[in-house]
């Protein structure tokens, strides 16, 4: 008996051994090269060996040194990327001695990889957080990045002056920042979008079209002469004209709330939800909207005369190409600037990076140098585009504005398959060229947009839902519930109304209120 | 003569007791009817799907916006297929890799598996209890997401290497107790003791006696390791980085998620989410990578099958 617990205890003292010297073997190699070479070190590690002494041997020398920073973007793993790198790593090696990797984690699974990568307190550099993924709030609140005010000032000048302030202002998360905003458009315009075709044949005014009361008369003229025609096309996505800002679904503040005495309110118990829920239902018993509204996605073949689209200038060139025809767009209320549409592109720099200094010289560069912003926007000149020169027509009648370029770029359709990155990941729009078929001023146009949108009265409040996270926590269930046949006017909501503030107030929708109101007292007192 | 005539006579009694026998035995025919319509009724529903899916891969796009899917499409088109082929997002490598991964992981899943759990089935192991309840342990408990990624990723190193989508999986305690109890049941212990009285080393057992002795349960495993090695794409979305060494199911995966990303997302990314959702693979190419995904497992199937039904009764009776 003696003898065989001895030989137990002994297996076991064994395979212990086992694995921790399996472990040691893993760690052994970075060692060695940090060590003195020994005598029995292979050629190989000799070579290593040299290079690290010369590396280090830089590192004496000055600020020589090139360190690689990791950097994870949202989007599609493109297959050119490590030959566009390597063109990238030429000019920034030179240039502020920095080699980048760029890792692309697909849309659908970006915010599952960062959160892992967070938690786990894996070492990378730079990465994309914005309010639609990767949350930037949360995060920051968490403890993901580091504050870059400090390092702002002495790596970050250029553009820190560059970008427009009130993206600066949107990255402030309780008065410091922690990510650098991609400039693009600021607000969100909500738009509508109609077919040009029954537009120029009925002679639609569509431009004096605003709220959705005023499109009664021409849905009506759809619905008497285009058969074939959907008047109006709504799908499950589709949210009514909203007047607020919905801070945190469905409780917000409203827009022309009075900015020295915020109240915080239930979207559903507005005025204005209301009446616009009550004249999409009439539309839907008039005919006038698709009756699968509830449970259809966008389904292209189907005709339509007007559907709702969340655009910015210009966004009429790209529904245009994604039906297959033209189409023309208005605006249906003054564009607004939320938290959530401000901060809808960002950079942070992760805790965990060695080298944060670089890491903001680095952004620096891109968002202000106009070869390295191109080269990662575009990739590679003759090979994934080439540049056309603008006319001189056009030139000359752009003078004068800003962000203008002289040339245009053309893609090559043959390569764009194996280099398409979403352009707004990676830095500011605002130094790329324009392409082909987009007007040489663009940029100033939206330079103007983003001057003429208005901040709204709630615009750099962040709501902390730390204390009534288990009541928001039911709201997503209901609003799923009640949401898409509430917007598409499927039911009727003076019957479905009540009902969803009900199911919303068992859940504690007025602690959220309270709690939102008491936030928002104690914010503005503050400010 | 007379002899003949009463063999005749005698296997005629015998013919009669048979045909009685198997009449006993038979199905009434209006049940077997029955039966072989729901029978083919089931079939069907496995079977049209697939059908429906390789239609779509060859019909045009334009006529799939136009009129929608058909079983009979309006235009024929290769389109979806020339896509996969050239395209940049590099399927034929996944291809590759998820062939690699499948092959490769098999055969060490198989090694591993069956070397434990056949040390386990032997009475004769000291560590049994021991090594039975370590591997108990993980079937009841684990580390979770988070500790898993840790240990993957900065203890083992395994990080955007193929082994990381070879060697968390080749291992599973529920395959090494089933086999456990195939080689608890099939194999006699006098067999083993007989080739150890002939002088077989251990290693010389294990592969010249046991496994040949052992196909079917093997054969079922493997079949199970297969068909997890070919489906996986967590591993790969947690762990690679590299697009050079992604696995076509994740590939797929990853068409999925993203359009479905663009459509929760649709408010919040406006206008470019439209603009990305451009870029994404159309209906009919979607179709053709499954296609091209389904096919070699197919084809494994009936590879497998012949060990199959025997394979099912394994860990039936548990001792």
Known sequence: MKVRRSKQVFALILSFVLVLSLMAGCQKSPKVNEKDTTEATKQTDMNKENDKKDDSAKKDSGKDEVVELIWYQIGDPQKDMDTVLEKVNEYTKEKIGVTLKINQISWGDYNKKMQVLINTGDEFDLMFTCSWANDYVQNAQKGAFLALDDLLKEYGKEMYDNIDPKFWEAAKIGGITYAVPNEKEIGSMPMWVFTKEYVDKYDIPYQEIKTVEDLEPWLKVIKENEPEVVPMYLTRDFTAPTYMDKIQDPIGIEYDCDPNHLVVKNVFETEKMQSTLRTIREYFLAGYINKDAATASDDKSVKRFVTKGDGQPYAELIWGKDLGYEVVATPIMDTVVTNASARGAMTGVSRTSKHPEKAVELLNLINTDEYLRNLLNYGIEGVHYDKVDATQEEIEQTEGRPFVYNCKIQINEENRKNYSVPYWVQGGLFNTYVQEKEPLDKWAEFRDFNNNSIATPSFGFDFDTDPVSTQIAGFRGILDEFGAALYTGSVDPDEVIPKLIKKLEATGVQDVIDEMQRQIDEWQASK | ?319
Request: glycine residues 6%; aromatic residues 14%.
């Open chain 2, 1 to 319: 003569m007379l002899l003949g005539f009463k063999r005749t006579k005698q296997e005629k009694q015998i013919e009669k007791i048979e045909e009685a026998q198997c009449k006993y035995n038979q199905i009434k025919p209006a049940t077997n009817t029955i039966f072989n319509i729901i029978l083919a009724f089931l079939a069907l529903t496995c079977i049209i799907p697939y059908l429906f899916v390789i239609i779509i891969s060859f019909t045009d796009e334009k006529a799939l916006t136009l009129y929608g899917y058909q079983f009979i499409p309006k235009k024929l088109s290769l389109e979806a297929y020339r896509y996969v082929f050239d395209s940049g997002t590099n399927i034929l490598k996944s291809y590759g890799s998820t062939i690699t991964i499948t092959v490769l992981g098999t055969i060490i899943g198989l090694l591993l598996t069956g070397t434990y759990a056949y040390a386990l089935s032997r009475k004769t192991f000291a560590y049994r209890k021991f090594f039975t309840k370590l591997i108990a342990i993980p079937m009841l408990f684990n580390g979770g997401m988070v500790a898993n990624y840790f240990v993957i990723s900065q203890v083992l190193m395994l990080k955007n290497t193929i082994w990381v989508l070879i060697l968390p999986l080749a291992l599973n305690s529920f395959n090494i107790i089933v086999l456990r109890t195939f080689f608890n049941t099939s194999i006699p212990e006098s067999v083993v003791e007989s080739a150890k009285i002939d002088g077989a080393s251990d290693l010389r057992l294990f592969f010249q006696i046991v496994i040949p002795m052992a196909l079917p349960g093997l054969a079922t495993i493997g079949l199970f390791l297969t068909l997890a090695y070919w489906n996986d794409w967590f591993n790969a979305m947690m762990y690679i980085d590299d697009n050079s060494i992604i696995p076509l199911q994740y590939l797929l995966i990853k068409i999925e998620s993203n359009m479905e990303f663009f459509i929760n997302n649709a408010t919040v990314m406006g206008i470019d989410g439209v603009e990305m959702a451009l870029n994404l693979p159309k209906e009919s190419t979607k179709m053709a990578i499954v296609v091209i995904a389904t096919l070699p497992i197919i084809f494994a199937y009936p590879f497998f099958q012949r060990y199959f039904v025997k394979g099912l009764t394994i860990g039936a009776v548990k001792e």
